[in-house]
Each structure stands twice: as structure tokens, then as C-alpha cells.
């Protein structure tokens, strides 16, 4: 008997090795192993997620600046005169560069000849061109051969460097510019291996307390600009964030009901006597107020809104001690399992107030102007306002760049001034940049100033450069 055995059909085509790359005069043509990309080449970008070509975004890695736009380098500029010397801005973007290679050997040969021993950040692509990863050091060429060492091949970065065809850094001035950078390019970008700032997994989300008539709180993606009493963040883990807002809210008896929902407190006049119902069991175990059930004065509840305000501000710890005496009463009458929720709760709640106390000491102390220092040159004035970076310019290099920057210090001190004018930052997650640095680095606030002082600190920072 004949068996008969089915045509198997032929494997698809792998996909290209990197991503497509044009030249300058329109060509299009398959990357070679082994290549480094010229300053007119453009390398297609495939945001994580992208299934169509037509999302796909374009960077030219060199010419046009790196990875993008950089809003806190004020070197930057699309015209064609430099605006601070007035000279050609063909140098006014970061340096760059891109290498490839289809063996470790190769991409290991060309980052080791070209990377420079400089702050910067980089970025790993894969053999479709998508970005993956992306990452800051305060010496990329350090950081980088790292990644082909023996014992980083078990840990995360050799599962990156496994997938990586191509890599590409860019220089930053220094290694705050580089932490900066680096933030935004993974919000930009969301590339799959980075943990932090990665929207699907790790998302950055704001605690806020607000909601009129009857104040809740929730987590929001982006810091509310109207109708909160108190925001803060951000954090990181939406799932770690749920635990604590329904933590908080129960402590403090806020409701966490629909903005749906009609709020009447008992101070108020109905028309009809008809005593309102509760929406949920939470005013009869004694978790909520119950706005919504005219069982509170407007007093009462904001009473209770004060002390949930205190918790953000990081004084207030009454949370923490009633999640640890519910785990313990739980352990004690054998719930496990509520037991073990109490336990993910408080570590959740301990993670909040941390991160709270950290960012309030940052909003209390971190007003001024931050004088970073470049190791080409290039030195940044960063306006750093509660915490927040919300300006930046160039570090004035003589008399004339000075007088041109003072209307700018003028604006920047009526930001910064008794009555500052309040306004939404363009950059509330730079506040964890800005914390962190400065708990690292305390000698750096020695180069940090008041713009009505910039004069004087201007004069000193021109006499130090002038001695080395």
C-alpha cells in the first residue's frame, strides 16, 4: 500500500535582516552585515506594537539629530543660523551613530572602535528594525561593551543583545542631559524591553485626589489640570496603584463610586422626605461616609479629605497601620487568604508613601536654576520648578550671550517667585529624574542658583573655566 503524505508548503520569507534603508537620492536597497550607516542614511523605526507599515516612523540617525527631537537640549534648532553664536546649526544636533552587524563579533568590533567614552544614551534594534530597548550611561562605550561580556550573557542583557542587529547612540552632555533623554525616549518610543515608562506594562500613572461634589481618590495616566485637590506622581504599576487608591480610600471613608452617582450630604434641602439609599455596603460596614446617602455633613467629609491630603503630602501614616493590624487580625483567626491580600496591600501602600515622602521633599526644595555643567563645552541652564524641569537654555559662554539671556532669567524668576503664576508642566515626569539625581548628588546643589542671582553665579562659573 501507497502512503500518502501531504506537500508541506514552503516556509514564508524571513523578514529583512534590518530595517530598509534609503539614501540621500531615494534608492532603497537591504542593509549588508556588517555595515555602518552614513550621516545621509535613514533608518526605519517600528514603534512596539505596530502591525502596519503605515505607522511605522522614520529617524535619521545622524543628520537629523539622533533619535528625534530632544526638548531639553536648547542646542537644538531647525533654522539654519544658530540662534545663540549666530553660526551655521549643521553642528547644533548631538553627535551620532549607528552600527550593525549580524554577529556579536561585529556589532562588538564596531561599537569598541567607534563609541566614545561619553554620557549619551543608545538604542537596540532588532532584524525588523523595531526599537527595543533603550538605555543611558554616563560612558557609552563602557556600557555598551558590557553587554558582550561572558556574565551578561544569563542576565537581561544578553536576552537584549540576542535580539539586537543594530545599535545606535547619541551623546549628551552630561549625565543628567542623558537620564533626561533617555526618559523621554522611552515614553516616546515604548521599546519592549524596558521596564519602566512601558504604557502595556509598567504604565506611569498620577495619584490624584479630586472629583466634585464628593472628593475620591483615583489614578489617572496624565496629572488632571482642573477639579483635584492634590496630585502626585508619578508611579509606576497600575495594579500596585489599585491596591493602594482602594486602600486609601477605605481608610479615609471616601466613596469610590461612580462620578455618576447623586451626592446629597444631609445638611442639604430635599424636596420630597425621602431618606436616600446607599449605592453599596460600604456605609454600613463602616468604609465610607456615605455622600451619596445624605449620612455626612459637607464638613464631615472634607474633614476626612484634609487627612486623605496629609497622606499624599507623605505625613500622614494611618493607612499603613490599619492595613498591618487587619493582616495581623487575619493571621491570628487563620484568613489566609485575606491575610495574604492585606500583605500585597501594605507593600503596595509602603511603596507610596516612600515614593511620596521622596517626591515631597523634592517639591519643597528643588526650585532654582541648575547650571550643568558639559564635557564638550555645551553647558545647560535647566529652569527646575517643584521639582519639574519646565525650561531649559544655553549656558551663556560670554558677555553677549549673557545679555541675551536675561528677559529669559527675568521670566524665570517670576515663575519661581512668591506669587508664581500656577500652570501645568509640559514635563511632570522629570520629577523623578530630578529627585533622584539630587538624593544621588547632593554636591551638584552647589551649582544650583535663584535666576535673580545669575549674574553673580555667571561671573563665577566665567572665572572658574578661565583657571582650569
Not at 568590533?109 to 554620557?119: G, K, M, R
Amino acid at each position: 500500500m501507497i502512503k500518502r503524505t501531504r506537500s508541506r508548503k514552503a516556509p514564508p520569507p524571513e523578514a529583512p535582516l534590518f530595517a530598509r534603508l534609503a539614501d540621500s537620492d531615494g534608492a532603497v536597497g537591504e542593509a549588508t552585515p556588517g555595515y555602518r550607516i552614513g550621516s545621509n542614511a535613514v533608518l526605519t523605526v517600528r514603534p512596539a506594537g505596530a502591525k502596519s507599515t503605515k505607522r511605522i516612523k522614520k529617524v535619521n540617525p545622524c543628520a537629523g539629530g539622533g533619535f528625534g527631537a530632544n526638548p531639553f537640549d536648547p542646542y537644538q534648532t531647525s533654522v539654519d543660523v544658530d540662534r545663540v553664536a549666530g553660526t551655521p546649526a549643521s553642528n547644533t544636533a548631538r553627535p551620532s551613530e549607528i552600527v550593525g552587524g549580524v554577529r556579536r563579533r561585529e556589532l562588538h568590533d564596531q561599537v569598541n572602535s567607534l563609541c566614545p567614552p561619553v554620557p549619551g544614551v543608545y538604542g537596540m534594534f532588532d532584524r525588523t528594525g523595531e526599537l527595543i530597548y533603550v538605555g543611558k550611561s554616563r560612558s557609552l562605550r563602557h556600557r555598551l561593551m558590557s553587554y558582550f561580556s561572558d556574565s551578561s550573557q544569563r542576565e537581561k542583557a544578553g536576552r537584549i543583545i540576542e535580539h539586537t542587529r543594530a545599535i545606535q547612540w547619541e551623546t549628551q552632555p552630561s549625565d543628567f542631559a542623558a537620564q533626561l533623554r533617555e526618559l523621554d525616549l522611552i515614553r516616546r518610543w515604548t521599546p519592549r524591553f524596558n521596564v519602566q515608562g512601558v504604557p502595556q506594562r509598567q504604565r506611569p500613572v498620577y495619584l490624584c485626589l479630586g472629583r466634585k461634589p464628593a472628593e475620591t481618590f483615583f489614578v489617572a495616566s496624565s496629572p488632571p489640570t482642573t477639579d483635584c485637590v492634590a496630585v502626585e506622581g508619578p508611579f509606576y504599576g497600575v495594579a500596585r496603584m489599585s491596591r493602594v487608591v482602594d486602600a486609601l480610600n477605605k481608610t479615609f471613608r471616601l466613596r469610590d463610586c461612580s462620578q455618576k452617582t447623586v451626592f446629597q450630604y444631609s445638611e442639604q434641602m430635599s424636596l420630597f422626605d425621602l431618606q436616600p439609599r446607599p449605592g453599596c455596603l460600604r456605609l454600613e460596614i463602616g468604609t465610607c461616609l456615605g455622600p451619596c446617602a445624605a449620612a455626612c455633613t459637607r464638613a464631615e467629609y472634607l474633614e476626612r479629605v484634609n487627612a486623605a491630603q496629609s497622606f499624599i503630602d507623605g505625613f500622614n501614616d494611618e493607612p499603613l497601620i490599619a492595613t498591618q493590624e487587619t493582616m495581623q487580625l487575619a493571621s491570628a483567626n487563620q484568613q489566609y487568604e485575606l491575610a495574604g491580600r492585606a500583605r500585597d496591600t501594605l507593600k503596595s501602600l509602603n511603596y507610596a508613601l516612600r515614593k511620596l515622602t521622596h517626591l515631597a521633599d523634592a517639591r519643597q526644595t528643588y526650585s532654582f536654576v541648575y547650571a550643568a555643567k558639559g564635557y564638550d563645552g555645551r553647558s545647560i541652564w535647566y529652569l527646575i520648578r517643584r521639582g519639574e524641569v519646565v525650561d531649559v537654555a544655553a549656558a551663556p559662554t560670554g558677555p553677549q550671550d549673557y545679555r541675551e539671556l536675561k528677559p529669559l532669567l527675568q521670566i524665570w524668576g517670576g515663575q519661581l517667585g512668591p506669587r508664581q503664576t500656577t500652570f501645568a508642566s509640559e514635563h511632570p515626569h522629570t520629577i523623578s529624574v530630578v529627585a533622584s539625581w539630587f538624593r544621588k548628588h547632593r554636591q551638584e546643589l552647589k551649582q544650583t542658583f535663584a535666576p535673580d542671582s545669575a549674574g553673580r553665579k555667571y561671573r563665577h562659573l566665567s572665572r572658574v573655566a578661565s583657571s582650569e
